[in-house]
Structures are given as structure tokens and as C-alpha cells.
Nanobody, 127 residues
Framework: EVQLQASGGGLVQTGGSLRLSCTGS????????IGWFRQAPGKEREGVAC????????YYADSVKGRFAISSDNAKNTAYLQMNSLKPEDTAVYYC????????????????????WGKGTQVTVSS
């Protein structure tokens, strides 16, 4: 059974940084599409950052470009989202997700979603 566990959320001031981690069990991270999504109260889910092994591309939502970075350590079955220069509008529940077979580039997955989802971790940025 594929399970994903996100961690690392918390409360941070504007301009601060957090690093989220997503650890997988029942699955390896090699040759996958992996992504981070977020959902704020009253808003639709947003694909924040995705990476696809089909072409090695990464995709970032315009709202986080230059501030967030996605990475994956396949040996540890762990993906990361480094979040810098955080803003109050980054406040949301963040979810990691994975697709077992990376057919498409990263942007497709961030726009469409993925097959497996972990429980979210809350990120709150105070002004």
C-alpha cells in the first residue's frame, strides 16, 4: 500500500522559511512524478511545485516561483519543498502527492493532480 506522510509545517513569520518533507512507504521514489499542492480555506487546491522523472522537469506555480524549491532524495524515499520568503498568502494545508508512472511533464501533474496523496501539513504565515 502506497502511503505518503508530509511533515515540517508550522507557524512562521512573514519572510521566514520552512522545509516540508514527504516520506513514502510501500513505494520507491525512482521514476515517479512527485508534487506539492496546497489548499487554503475557501480556495481551490493549487499545484505548487511538481517534478517529473519522464524529462526531469520541474514546475512551479507563478505565485511561488523564485521562493520555493522542490527536490527529491530517492535513496531516502523523501521529497522536499523548501519554502523561503514566506508570505501570509502562502498559508494553507500542504499536501504531497505521487504518480507511479511519470508519463507527462511536471506542469501536467501540477495542473491535474496525482494518484496518491498524503495527509496534509498546516503552514501558517503570520504578518
Amino acid at each position: 500500500e502506497v502511503q505518503l506522510q508530509a511533515s515540517g509545517g508550522g507557524l512562521v513569520q512573514t519572510g521566514g522559511s520552512l522545509r516540508l518533507s514527504c516520506t513514502g512507504s510501500g513505494v520507491t521514489f525512482d521514476d515517479r512524478a512527485i508534487g506539492w499542492f496546497r489548499q487554503a480555506p475557501g480556495k481551490e487546491r493549487e499545484g505548487v511545485a511538481c517534478i517529473s522523472s519522464i524529462d526531469g522537469t520541474t514546475y512551479y506555480a507563478d505565485s511561488v516561483k523564485g521562493r520555493f524549491a522542490i527536490s527529491s532524495d530517492n535513496a531516502k524515499n523523501t521529497a522536499y519543498l523548501q519554502m523561503n520568503s514566506l508570505k501570509p498568502e502562502d498559508t494553507a494545508v500542504y499536501y504531497c502527492a505521487l504518480d507511479l508512472v511519470a508519463y507527462y511533464s511536471a506542469g501536467y501533474y501540477c495542473r491535474s493532480g496525482m494518484d496518491y496523496w498524503g495527509k496534509g501539513t498546516q503552514v501558517t504565515v503570520s504578518s
